[in-house]
């Protein structure tokens, strides 16, 4: 079993920054991939991001390309995005989410999930 716990949502203004942090715990040699995903009200629940756990692989949805950027810190089994930029269409709940395969945008290829941090951009 995977534990995941996010961290660092919160309220920020448009052009504004957040940086959310998941930290693993348990069989954490299951994990090959780390994804962040999102979940606006009344939306499907949609890939943002993802690294692999060894080799630092990364993968990003069209829509945060060069305002994202996720990282991973081995030492402390922690994931991390930076989101820069931010919009008020990046309103949402963002869930961490790990997966025992290879890269994969498919939240039904993700076994794991934390559960949630909100943020909000206001205009």
């Known amino acids: 079993q995977v534990h995941l716990v996010e961290s660092g949502g919160g309220l920020v203004q448009a052009g504004g920054s957040l940086r959310l942090s998941c930290t693993a715990s348990g069989r954490t040699d299951n994990i090959y991939t780390m994804g962040w995903f999102r979940q606006a009200p009344g939306k499907e629940r949609e890939f943002v991001a993802a690294?692999?756990?060894?080799?630092?692989?990364?993968y990003y949805a069209d829509f945060v390309k060069g305002r994202f950027t996720i990282s991973r810190d081995d030492a402390k089994n922690t994931v991390y995005l930076q989101m820069n930029s931010l919009k008020p269409e990046d309103t949402a709940v963002y869930y961490c989410?790990?997966?025992?395969?290879?890269?994969?945008?498919?939240?039904?290829?993700?076994?794991?999930w934390g559960q949630g941090t909100q943020v909000t951009v206001s205009s």
């Open positions: 690294i692999t756990w060894t080799g630092g692989m990364f």
């Open positions: 989410a790990a997966a025992r395969g290879s890269y994969s945008r498919d939240r039904n290829d993700y076994r794991y």
